[in-house]
């Protein structure tokens, strides 16, 4: 989700395979273990859809997303990559710094 300092909210989702069976619990302790105080990532560095509004407003708007929810679901899967390569991917991020 992307909200700004006008508490205006852009949601959005990705739907991941998860083969390897991970719990909603472990997925969710991985990812918060690398947000910015609990809450916030920059949804570019994790390659996840830019969800800022289209005028963008120098005194509402600021770069990051919010990691809102992880959950099962029967919806079809809109990326290629796993939830276990996912999370690969966005904790490589942090682990080049």
């Known amino acids: 989700m992307y909200r700004c300092y006008g ?27 690398k947000l910015l105080d609990e809450t916030w990532f920059y949804a570019s560095r994790w390659h996840l859809p830019d969800l800022h509004f289209k005028d963008y407003d120098d005194e509402l708007d600021h770069p990051f997303h919010e990691l809102e929810d992880v959950e099962y679901t029967d919806e079809e899967v809109n990326r290629e990559e796993t939830v276990a390569q996912f999370i690969e991917m966005a904790l490589g991020y942090f682990d080049q710094s």
Not at 13 to 33: C, D, F, R, W, Y
């Open 7 to 33: 508490n205006y909210k852009n949601h959005g989702h990705v739907i991941l395979s998860n083969p390897e069976g991970l719990t909603v619990a472990e997925i969710k302790s991985q990812l918060s273990a």
